[in-house]
């Protein structure tokens, strides 16, 4: 049956698009923010705009869990405009944001300044994770609030939880799962690393390699197995971020399988880069937790073909150059931007035959999509909201990050040849990205309120 009754605002036709675990050439009706037909073309409605894609591949828009888009009093580094056309400009149509800003977002008002800001000047869908509050009976407004889980930095005191009290940590847990939020953990344990900084300090031992050798794998399974056993009694979900060690693998793993609700993320930069890197490129290869050996890299690779590794974040973290190009390891701001290099980056193992379609999309939509309940996201299917990543994936390029939308314009893998890339980003059925330029206005992108 033709649907002639229904008038779509735009149609996309010619699309190779990811229907299913398949890909099939197709056509997509939009109407507002949602997909209303997807099929062939003859069963497409009238619409008032169309776009022949020529045989472009469509996903399901990207979502990035693990975003620093800093604004307030870090604008200076990024924000919210600069990092969400970022993200349009890398694929993505949803990221979410850590707390770690100035101020900290770890309380009701912190929260509702930062999704208003959010509102009014991003690009594309916008999430913020909460830190723990100081008193926990905040945790639940917080939640109500709006953010979209609760961010737990084990490896420095950032939020109110004392990381050195266990029962301090079981209640923030018990209290995270009773109202059903997400805990996502950044696993260093806090005592092992402050110790050895101290140390190699005591000693003037600056350097890059000190930086490694205080932050270790052991540091990270440590912290992964301590919340694990403090966790046990309650039912929250933990998302452990940045996994960079065989053996903290292996440890998230193990939870799964004794039935734990436990998932993990890597990054791009522990998945392609190694400690020789942080020894070529010095302080710009400092991040936390950082670049570890072959050994490890090849663990997290396996764990990605395998499923074990649930979602893969860039962990986007924009600062300026001079706080990169420091004489001592203990001054440098550690990270690095990652919004316009992961997608490409990762399209390239696709065509290398290393990586398949398949496994892409369920680490950058499914996955965070089921996670964090972004329930109107993930697919592509009637009625659910028209957020589309649009990638020729035959494009020869190289990455050149004097050209970023971020603030942070350098990469670790500036000149790096890639093959495939981000050439149209939809939000909620606007064109927001076209030909790697930004096309629309701040404000297009919503900021979601779980
Ligand atoms: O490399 C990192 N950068 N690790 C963190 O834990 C924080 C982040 C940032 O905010 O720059
Ligand atoms: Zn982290
Ligand atoms: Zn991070």
Redesign the pocket.
Known sequence: MSCVSLIADLVLSNSKAYIKGEILECSIAIEEDKYIKIGKQPQMPNADQKIDLHGLLVLPGLIDSHV?LRDEEKAYKEDFISGTSAAAAGGFTTVLD?P?NQPLTNSVEALRNRLDIAKSRSLVNVGLYSEFPENLTELPKIRQGGAVGFKL?M?CQMGGLNLDDDHVLEAGFRVAGEVGAVVAI?A?DKTQVTFSEQQFKKVRRNGVKEFLLAHTEQAEVQAIERVLRVSEGSNVHLHF??ITSKQGLEAVKEAKGASRSVTCEVTPNHLLLTSADTARFGMMA????PLRDNVHKEALFEGVIQGDVDTIGS?H???TFEEKTVDSVWDV????PGLETTLPLMLTLVEKRMLTFRRLVEVFVEKPAEIYGLTSKGKLENGKDADLTIIDYKQHWTIDSSKFKSKAKFSLYNKWEVIGKPVKTFVNGTLIMDAGEIVAKPGEGKVIRK
């Open positions: 620093h850590m770690n930095f490896g950044h260093e971020c940045h400092i991040m936390a937790p962990d973290a924009p600062h701001k550690v990270g690095t």
